[in-house]
Structure formats: structure tokens, C-alpha cells
């Protein structure tokens, strides 16, 4: 009884088998990185297909590519095909022979070969696909405040912040890595969202240890904790580059990290409230304004003294004296000097704007500072030609235009605009023409076509050179 089942089994396994299909890639978002292909029409009603095996894809199917992603066969467990560019395909499939695509003789040795595995295929043919699109939303945050050594400041601050950051898998290439190093193999291997890939903590920690060392070179490069979130880009370059190494070799790189606000613990907000307060004490003017304010205070209290004001100022005759000693031994305040306004005509130049200015260039229209040359007549000179015998920069002078001429109806030869002879004014040069949609040129562009041949634009005054 077991081998009828097995035969029986085995045929219709073969003829299901033996159906072409039509496999498209389903519904994947930007939080989706590996689907499985799934037919058209399975579950259909219209399928006459219903007793086909999910593992095998008969030979001579249609497989449909999407924009964005990267389609992978799998034969017994071998890549066989990788596509990225979008379409319809059609599989050749050796080992999964259909009579549809005329290999009976195939089919029949398929069919014994199911009837030795008890009836059931022993190939395996599957189709995946890939998300090559950026993959947005991966979270992370610091669960613990994160030491930042402030240059600013010369203090290490604690910091809290969190935010999200995308990864992508660029081309084909990085996505037969992808599959390789990263993905869960097997036939009923379910879609790979990219929140999932992020739960191993070893992706996580690469990222987290890459984002800590691109903070430490933020901090070498003299940005304060709270220019951080101004220096996105190069936080993400300096992350990128740290997570090069690893993440390549996986298929997969960083793109981009969006931070949320930073904020600092209470302790260090008690630090730094305290390092400004010592920072504005250090100066001698705050010392004598604070010194001198406490000297008027001791004034007005003099006056109440319960005593009688003349022991309350005695009193404070002896603390004036004190308070004379101290403020003698603070360094004295820097006196205000008022800085020279500066000459421009000292040493400046005059710009063609009418401007006057002392550097390289114009602060009113940005021209370069006009270089000084002498001339061979030895008279100094900034223009392109000397003011003194009208030669140029080069050496030589400017060669004067010389007049065209022409031949008026009288027969006379002239260089002016009208004729000395008989008072004719000089002919108007012959208007040429030039397409100035597609720039074609006739033959005779005096005597131009009503249109042009190469974009059918009219000639008109519009077309004159």
C-alpha cells in the first residue's frame, strides 16, 4: 500500500509541479528587507494548479522584478540567478522539468525519481527578494548617561539622547553578501523586517560603539555638547566610516542618523552651573564691581546701626580701611581704549564701484585688487593699457580698427557711412540666418528655407546672427 500512495503521489506531485507559474515579489514597505516570492495565483480559483509543492518552480515560469529590489533563485540551495533591474523573466530550470515547455521525457524521470523519495520532490527552487531601498526608523538611545569630553567647558558632561538612524543595501552585490552572512536559511523562512535585524545586539552594539567614537572626534574638533545636533552630517560620515569595516562585509551600510534632543543630568547641570559662576568671578572688573557693592551695602547699615550712626560709620571706617587693602591687591581693571579707526587712503585703492578699500579684494562689489605695472615709456599703471602712450599690458599697443570698404552705386570706393560723391548712405550688411531652436545653419544663410528642416521651427527675425 505504501508504494501505490508513493506512485499515486508521485504523479500528481509531477503534474502540479509540471504547471508554469507566475511569482511576483508581495507587499514590502520600507520596513520589510527580505520577502519570499510568492505565486500569483495560488489560492485562486481560476488556478488549475492546486496540488503544486511551494519548493518547486517548473522550468520555463515567469518571475516579475520590482523597481528597488533584488531578485534571488535558489536551486537545491545555490544562488542561480541574481536581478535587479525591473521586468519580467522567465526561469530556465533544468531540474524542475515541465511537459509545458516540452520535456516530457524530463517530467517522466522526475516522476520515478518522486516515486524513490515516497512521492515527494527531492529539488528545492525558491525566489527572493531583497529591499534595496533605504530602510528608515531603526531606534536607538543611551539607557545609561554617555560620558562627552566638552572642550568648551574642560569637563566631561553626561548625556542623554536617543533617535533613529536608516541602513541600506546598496546593489546586488551587497545583497548576495546580505543573504549570505545575515539572513536565516530554509524553505518556510519567514519576511525579515529591519527591526528585527536590529534585535541582535551585535548590530546594535556596532553601531552604538561607532556613534560613541564619531562623539569623540566631535569633541577633538572643539564642538560643545550643545553643537551637536548642528553637525548631523559629519557625525553621520564619521558613524558611517566607523562602521565601514564590519557592516560591508554583511552587505548592509549606515545612511544617515537623526537625533532627538539632547540632555544633560542633573549633576552636570550643577557642574556647569557652577564652572560659568567661577568662570565670570575670575575676572578683575567682577571681582572690584562685587567688592565695591558690598562696601555700599556696608554704607546704608551704618546708617540703621542701632548704636547710633557714628559708631556704625567708626565700624565702618575700620572695614573701608580693610576693604582699601583688598581692592589694592586686585589687578586693575583694563582700561577702555578707544581703537584708532583705520586710514583706508593710507595704504588703499579705489575699486571701479567707487569704493575704498584696503585688501585683496572689493567689500563692496568683490573685485580683485588691480596689480601695478609699469609701462616701457616707465609711467606706472593699474588699467590694462598705459594712461601715458596707450600700450598695452602685454607690451604692445592696441591696433587701431580698421574701417571696411565698400562700393557705392556711383562706382566711388568709401570707408565712411555715406558716399562723398554722391551723398549715398552706406548699404546694410545682408542679414544671415541661424535656427535658434536647434542652431542648424543653411547652406545660404542668406536666403534661409521658410522652416527648419531639422526641428520645423519658422525662420524669422528671431533667427538673425
Known sequence: MGLIKAAVGALSGTLGDTWKEAIHCPAI????????????????????????????????????????????TLDNGKITNVVTEPGRYILDNSTAPSIFAGQIKDSAKDLISRFTFGGTPSVEQRVIYINLQKLPGIPFGTGTPVP???PRYNTTVDLRFY????????????????????????????????????KNEQYKNEFMQALMESLNMLS????????????????????????????????FMLTYIGLGPITISDETKELLKDRLKADTMLGADVQRAVMTGSIARGIEAAGSNENGAMMGFMGMNMAMN???????????????????TPNPAANGWKCACGATNTGAFCSSCG???????????????????????????????PAAPVPAEWVCECGAKNTGKFCPNCGKSKPAAPKKYKCDKCGWTPADPEHPPKFCPECGDPFNDDDIV
Not at 232 to 239: D, F, G, P, R, V
Open 29 to 72: 514597505g520600507n520596513d520589510t528587507v527580505v520577502v519570499n516570492g510568492e505565486k500569483m495565483h495560488d489560492g485562486s480559483n481560476r488556478s488549475s494548479n492546486t496540488k503544486g509543492s511551494d519548493n518547486v518552480i517548473s522550468n520555463g515560469s515567469a518571475i516579475m522584478v520590482e523597481e528597488n529590489t533584488c531578485m534571488l
Open 148 to 150: 562627552y569630553p566638552d
Open 163 to 198: 533617535g533613529t538612524f536608516e541602513i541600506q543595501i546598496p546593489d546586488a552585490e551587497n545583497a548576495v553578501k546580505f543573504y549570505s552572512e545575515v539572513v536565516s536559511k530554509g524553505v518556510n523562512t519567514p519576511k525579515l523586517l529591519v527591526k528585527e535585524l536590529f
Open 220 to 251: 577633538t574638533e572643539g564642538y560643545s555638547y550643545n553643537q551637536i545636533t548642528s553637525q548631523l552630517t559629519n557625525l553621520t560620515n564619521k558613524a558611517k566610516t566607523a562602521t565601514q569595516t564590519n557592516w560591508a562585509d554583511r552587505g
Open 322 to 340: 580693610a576693604g582699601n587693602n583688598v581692592l589694592g591687591s586686585m589687578p586693575a581693571a583694563p582700561q577702555q581704549v578707544t581703537p584708532a
Open 367 to 397: 573685485a580683485k585688487k588691480p596689480e601695478a605695472w609699469t609701462c616701457e615709456c616707465g609711467a606706472s599703471n593699474t588699467g590694462k593699457f598705459c594712461a601715458n602712450c596707450g600700450k598695452s599690458k602685454e607690451g604692445a599697443a
